[in-house]
């Protein structure tokens, strides 16, 4: 069964198909709220521009296109249609190998907390996009902790290999962010599969839209403040 997704906000209105689908399968909203994560984990505590960058390049590979390509492997639907599974894969692996280069360079060398970090990111990664063990983790918990929390704790133990009362305050806020996000998509994608009205799953699309934009943009204030 197939379910295609091309239509989605998201994915833009202009190129070829197969343009869309390599913009779409991103999920560039939810990847950047991410990213946005790990770096306000990283403003949290003393940083330098050069972890600030590493870190959410490491999310961007790491769930931008690892994680979105094991999802559409592990999807029975086929929300982007019949994919090559050897492309997915060779995606998915290339982009687990440059994040985790990346981890593991500064967890050698004075961040050993994101050892156990990359760990769990990386069990909930195939756990939760390939659904295994019978889709027990492919829940709203393991969403809030591998896409909301960790992020943050990443971004601070890159840049001081610790864990702040500010870092714990701002997990809190994106966990929350994260669980609002997972709860309204799960509801707009049943609005859609069910063929609702434009306007009944637009409530839900708008808060979608709104919870994204407003995490990057205060994630660029936040940057601007620190930074000057």
């Not at 990443?154 to 806020?173: C, D, H, K, L």
Request: proline letters at 2%.
């Amino acid at each position: 069964m197939s379910e295609d997704r091309l239509s989605e906000w998201f994915v833009p209105k202009f190129g070829t198909r197969n343009f869309k689908l390599s913009i779409g399968i991103l999920f560039l909203p939810y990847t950047g709220m991410v990213a946005s994560f790990a770096v306000w984990g990283s403003l949290s505590v003393d940083f330098t521009l050069e972890r600030l960058a590493s870190i959410g390049l490491l999310y961007f590979f790491a769930i931008g296109i690892s994680a979105h390509c094991l999802d559409a492997l592990g999807s029975k639907k086929r929300p982007w249609g019949e994919l090559s599974h050897l492309k997915l894969w060779t995606a998915s692996i290339i982009s687990l190998i440059i994040s985790f280069s990346i981890g593991l360079y500064y967890a050698f060398l004075d961040s050993w907390l994101l050892i156990p970090i990359g760990m769990l990111e990386g069990f909930f990664l195939f756990a939760y996009n390939l659904e295994l063990f019978h889709g027990k983790f492919h829940n709203n918990l393991s969403f809030v902790i591998s896409w909301g929390v960790l992020p943050v704790f990443a971004g601070s133990a890159i840049q001081s290999n610790s864990i702040s009362v500010e870092t714990m305050m701002f997990s809190a806020i994106a966990g929350l962010a994260s669980y609002i996000l997972i709860i309204t998509s799960r509801k707009y994608k049943e609005l859609k599969k069910e063929k609702a009205g434009y306007k009944t799953y637009y409530k839900k699309e708008l808060i979608l839209k709104t919870v994204s934009s407003a995490v990057m943009s205060c994630t660029i204030l936040f940057f601007a403040l620190r930074h000057l």
